[in-house]
């Protein structure tokens, strides 16, 4: 038996359902798939293998897994902060967007934000945006595994200037990409309850089951929504989708800030997954998802870091951070939310949430080989009593050395192989001139 | 005019009172302080040098000053999270302390911390611990800017078994290290109002008048203390503490999470700088501190990491990104605190707090030379709108290159000049195979 690559030397936190670890953890990868997970001792030697990943002593863990993002905005980081919502939205967002958006900016923005993602032990992203065929191409080409939507919204958008032809035009998108890759899985992304009509959503949905597709929404961001979506239909957000047939087991409801005990009830009677991205929640002031309770009725949950626009970054290590601290202090509870909490929604739980739950998040036989390494021979890293807990509270995106995904070593060394970073950062800065002259 | 470092070709963020910023700055400096600042028309020769620092289209800025570690509690990182804040302290912390606290394991584990801290682009730090003449020499040789007081409390603590010895131990420190050193400022460090008697506070404070010294002080950091206080005096913390004469404007109040309004009233009319320590107060879950009240009442405030056993981590860039954020959200308005308010916290704000607002915080003539520069040419800065935004929403302290302390360069490329990492990072490790193997 000769494996296609082996990891070894490392502490294997495989994150299965037991949480089971290995102090010198080995890794037998073929093809595309996990085929052995073990530990070795002193002096055994390794499998054979076409290629070695030495972890030095540091962490091998499955891939972080984002489920919720819009990777193409990283054009807008830090374009316009510390704005009231509707100002940032109205007179900052919707402008660039309007102005910038074309496939061209898509592509070289969304190749931006995969490298960052690479570099920082993302494996899995979840994406939804306007041209998502340049999103799909950028993906491709960056080696990451990614669910991808075309963005459905009901008034004119980059790429689709007749609204009525949204759910057309996402459809064409799940045609284009289904079955074309063993790592873009597409699907549906309705923008929300308060930009898409009732008959929209329903298109969408029928749309999505017909292709066996996931159907991202954002719903219940802000109490705005809440009221709003109330007034027009006496009901909660998400009491309203469910009345329309949009909840269901396919379904990925993001932020949730704002869901009631009765919307916790529909989410889970419906088998609903929820993204919570706390650092753009946080910074865009929505609100503080009731997180701890969604965990506590059984929810489906995984993190997101939504887009650069609203963030600004995409590491989820520190989005992790984030969400244990936040919720402690938001229930001035120490133990609201801890450490391998935090960890399991950022690997198996963001898994199961987009519906890629045996496939990915967590290293065990048979699921897809995205495997990173951690390199822990640094002053912040030490001592290391539980490399749990500093996975939350210490390590930083920086940290991570090597990305498999699919089976492919796309960072080595943090070194991402699948792209000229020089050239993907220069295209990318290019944009932004024009855009700062201009704004 | 030969300088003795020259910076350029970065932007320049001086953190002056007006915020100036040079697209394309220069800074001269001249043995330990700063003697030139200005910029650079394109073609312009560069001043004479002894030795240039090429910021190569990065940030050059005032480092960082955290105004609250316990830099030797590194030894603890990690060892016990996520609990309840009394089984934390007292059968985790004070146990560990009790059994481990060392001249040897506070100079091996300080060390470590002013590593993590020089490698983060951290300047200067204010600490308080034990065996603080071991922390003193790990300052001193690590090349780090200190505040450094030995720890006052009334019970048997490492290293000063007699209580009665707590107050003439903190001075004998003082006597050591006063003018020895234009690095190491050595003060006074009252654990809190509760742990203190009046009697022990107030010889404490007549000391620290004595020598001319910053007296720092853990004040209303949870309800309980709060509750505790008030049963015991009739009074908040704050006012117990004016009205027995600790509160000066040579006072640092660590926390001041429960600060009232009349509690604010009493810091401001007092002059007494404020440590915000967010990151710990929510892994704690002490509490959100009024920290947008205090700037609009105008108080003297800086940010502070507190100690790796709490944090878990000396990062102030990640210790400005969770401030800007925790605002935002706790008064779900996204204006609460903005990025140029944080970097100031943690830059000038900071200065101000521990009394050396006319010595460091921002690049001005005749300032000292603490001056770091942040390597931008990264996915995750890319494009870079405006640079404050991205050093708070953005940076992370492994971004940090160069840093130069008192005009000597002590970070040079992300390499330590002043120890051996490996040995520093070896030597913590093997005091932690012993806590493991006890705990």
Redesign the interface.
């Known amino acids: 038996m000769i494996y296609d690559i082996v990891f070894h030397d490392g502490v294997l936190l495989t994150v299965n359902e037991s949480c089971e670890a290995h102090e010198n953890g080995v890794v037998g990868v073929v093809d595309n798939r996990i085929q052995m997970v073990g530990a070795r001792t002193p002096g055994e030697e390794l499998p054979r293998a076409r290629r070695y990943i030495d972890a030095c002593g540091g962490i091998i863990m499955p891939g972080l897994v984002n489920t919720h993002t819009h990777a193409a905005m990283?054009?807008f980081?830090?374009?316009a902060?510390?704005?009231?919502?509707l100002s940032?939205l109205e007179e900052h967002m919707f402008k660039a967007e309007a102005r910038w958006v074309t496939p061209e900016s898509v592509y070289a923005a969304a190749r931006?934000?995969f490298?960052?993602m690479l570099?920082?032990g993302t494996t899995t992203c979840c994406d939804g945006y306007f041209f998502e065929d340049a999103v799909a191409r950028a993906a491709q080409e960056a080696g990451i595994r990614a669910v991808l939507a075309q963005g459905i919204l009901d008034f004119p958008a980059p790429g689709v200037p007749d609204p009525s032809k949204n759910v057309s035009t996402a459809m064409d998108f799940i045609g284009n990409w289904q079955n074309q890759s063993s790592r873009i899985i597409p699907g549906m992304f309705c923008h929300s309850p308060y930009t898409c009509g009732e008959q929209t959503l329903r298109r969408a949905r029928d749309a999505a089951d017909e292709a066996g597709c996931l159907l991202q929404i954002h719903v219940a961001e802000t109490?705005g929504e809440v009221e709003k979506i109330n007034e027009k239909t006496g009901r909660s957000p998400f009491a309203y989708l469910e009345s329309i047939g949009l909840l269901t087991d396919k379904t990925l409801a993001v932020h949730a800030v704002w869901a009631s005990e009765e919307d916790v009830r529909l989410i889970r009677d419906n088998g609903v997954g929820v993204s919570v991205t706390t650092?753009s929640?946080?910074?865009?002031?929505?609100?503080?998802a009731p997180l701890p309770r969604f965990l506590e009725a059984g929810l489906v949950v995984g993190l997101g870091t939504d887009g650069c626009a609203s963030?600004?970054?995409?590491?989820m290590f520190?989005e992790m951070?984030?969400v244990?601290?936040?919720h402690?202090?938001n229930?001035?509870?120490?133990?609201?939310l801890?450490?391998r909490t935090a960890l399991h929604l950022a690997t198996r739980g963001g898994a199961a949430a987009v519906g890629l739950e045996n496939e990915i998040g967590s290293i065990e036989v048979g699921k897809r080989a995205d495997i990173i390494t951690i390199d822990t021979?640094?002053?912040?890293w030490?001592?290391?009593?539980?490399p749990n807990?500093?996975l939350v509270?210490?390590a930083?995106?920086?940290?991570v050395k090597n990305v498999v995904i699919d089976g492919h070593l796309v960072v080595e060394n943090r070194v991402v192989r699948t792209m000229n970073?020089g050239q993907?950062?220069e295209e990318?800065?290019k944009?932004?001139l024009q855009?700062?002259s201009s704004?």
């Open positions: 990283a054009l980081r830090g374009l902060d510390d704005l009231p919502l940032w931006l934000a490298a960052e570099l920082s109490r650092e929640e946080m910074k865009l002031a929505s609100g503080v963030n600004n970054n995409q590491d520190q951070d984030f244990a601290k936040l402690k202090v229930q001035l509870d120490p133990t609201a801890d450490a021979a640094k002053p912040h030490t001592p290391m009593y539980d807990s500093h509270y210490v930083k995106g920086s940290d970073m993907v950062i990318v800065e944009w932004a855009i700062a704004h």
